[in-house]
């Protein structure tokens, strides 16, 4: 929600947004081809977003939690270019996007704040970018943990324990590794007391290291 708003505002907004929508895990919000009308801000539950590649298999595409904004890729053609999945039961809130357009011309904190959210947007397909381009698999998944964590750490969740409600096949898809690569990477990350993994709970005990990893790539075991 945007900072600045006055109470006419928040209501005229609140209006919009009013709409509600559950989504049972394994479901999709929208798919690939869908025509675009609204975009979706993520009251409770994770997604990810996939495409089918050349070769009929999903590559996914990226994960949204709680407080965040799916439907963006529907924008530029009028089309989703993705499928949004729920990968646990969830809730949106449905915000039509012709209804959004109005209120955001009309009211100057809103409009800048679609315009940080597109941005953040980019900046963040930008970094995947540079991700999957330069680094090997050790520095991928420390930057993927440690990215997981700044998010939810934003919305008030612990820094260093999370649930992963992505599977590693997930993961390996959106970091362009193989499964055992991931699986093995986690396993190496356990043994040099980074990280502590119990199925799905996820415990980082060396936030420090994670991140050198990332910036200085050389120590990281090569």
């Not at 991928?140 to 990215?147: C, G, T």
Request: glycine fraction near 8%; proline fraction near 1%; aromatic fraction near 6%.
């Amino acid at each position: 929600m945007p900072i600045g708003l006055s109470a006419a505002e928040v209501e005229r907004l609140d209006a919009i947004v009013s709409a509600r929508r559950k989504v049972k895990r394994g479901a999709a919000l929208f798919r690939s081809g869908q025509r675009f009308e609204s975009l979706y801000a993520i009251r409770t539950g994770f997604f990810k977003t996939c495409m089918a590649s050349a070769d009929g298999r999903d590559h996914v595409t990226g994960f949204q939690m709680a407080g965040e904004i799916v439907g963006l890729d529907g924008i530029v053609n009028e089309r989703h270019t993705c499928d949004a999945v729920a990968l646990e039961d969830a809730e949106v809130c449905v915000m039509p996007f012709d209804r959004v357009g109005e209120l955001s011309r009309e009211i100057n904190a809103l409009q800048h704040h679609v315009h940080r959210v597109l941005s953040r947007e980019i900046v963040r397909e930008h970094s995947v970018m540079l991700l999957l381009g330069t680094m090997r698999a050790e520095e991928r998944l420390a930057a993927f943990l440690l990215n997981l964590v700044q998010r939810l750490h934003a919305r008030g969740f612990s820094r260093t324990e999370l649930v992963l409600r992505m599977t590693r096949e997930e993961m390996g898809s959106y970091l362009g590794l193989k499964l055992e690569t991931v699986s093995r990477t986690f396993s190496r990350f356990a043994e040099l007391g980074l990280v502590e993994v119990r199925q799905r709970h996820l415990r980082i005990l060396d936030l420090q290291a994670l991140q050198r990893i990332v910036d200085n790539p050389q120590s990281s075991g090569h």
